[in-house]
T-cell receptor, first 116, second 113 residues
Framework: GAVVSQHPSRVICKSGTSVKIECRSL??????MFWYRQFPKKSLMLMATSNEGSKATYEQGVEKDKFLINHASLTLSTLTVTSAHPEDSSFYIC????????????FGSGTRLTVV | AQKVTQAQTEISVVEKEDVTLDCVYE???????LFWYKQPPSGELVFLIRRNSFDEQNEISGRYSWNFQKSTSSFNFTITASQVVDSAVYFCALGGATNKLIFGTGTLLAVQP
């Protein structure tokens, strides 16, 4: 089946630094990927839709300059948390749709970001 | 706008009991997709089932069963003979014309031995 690889699984960074999270579709091409954020004991909130070769579409309330999304190829989307602060600490999950699987959604394993 | 409501925030059952997780959705799309995912403490989302809006046939898969009722906009999930390993957060999700997948708030299921 479709596999989405997300790295790193855990990252701890200092306040003020930037962190990049990668999401790769391993065995299929993903023209669209999605980035979610999940706070402890909360639901997954869609942050943005990442479109290959074009700008990402952000959900209302998500800071574009804080969460930079790049989707330069059909198999890779990256989320960069810029100038991270403790309030950015969260669980980030990416997802991609696989046309071969009748447009099912495949999720990465998630990245737990801790900003200290 | 699309919306998914999971009214049950936490459910606790004793092993071998049956448990039903409720999901109610709202959408204006004529074609849409409903999903159930399981999220164990590790955080990874485990896909359980997908249903298309034009397929109301209910399904049983082992200990899992699903009840999709368009008339009441509900997509409930039942685990029979629950086991401790079923303990997790369960999310109902809705996808439609926008390609976005919208999640409910989740139900934390605790199965006690």
């Amino acid at each position: 089946g479709a596999v989405v690889s997300q790295h790193p699984s855990r990252v701890i960074c200092k306040s003020g630094t930037s962190v990049k999270i990668e999401c790769r579709s391993l065995d299929f091409q993903a023209t669209t990927m999605f980035w979610y954020r999940q706070f402890p004991k909360k639901s997954l909130m869609l942050m943005a839709t990442s479109n290959e070769g074009s700008k990402a579409t952000y959900e209302q309330g998500v800071e574009k300059d804080k969460f930079l999304i790049n989707h330069a190829s059909l198999t890779l989307s990256t989320l960069t948390v810029t100038s991270a602060h403790p309030e950015d600490s969260s669980f980030y999950i990416c997802s991609a749709r696989d046309q071969r699987a009748n447009y099912g959604y495949t999720f990465g394993s998630g990245t737990r970001l801790t900003v200290v | 706008a699309q919306k998914v409501t999971q009214a049950q925030t936490e459910i606790s059952v004793v092993e071998k009991e049956d448990v039903t997780l409720d999901c109610v959705y709202e959408t204006r799309d004529t074609t849409y997709y409903l999903f159930w995912y399981k999220q164990p403490p590790s955080g990874e989302l485990v896909f359980l089932i997908r249903r298309n809006s034009f397929d109301e046939q209910n399904e049983i898969s082992g200990r899992y069963s699903w009840n999709f009722q368009k008339s009441t906009s509900s997509f409930n999930f039942t685990i029979t003979a629950s086991q401790v390993v079923d303990s997790a957060v369960y999310f109902c999700a809705l996808g439609g014309a926008t390609n976005k997948l919208i999640f409910g708030t989740g139900t934390l299921l605790a199965v006690q031995p």
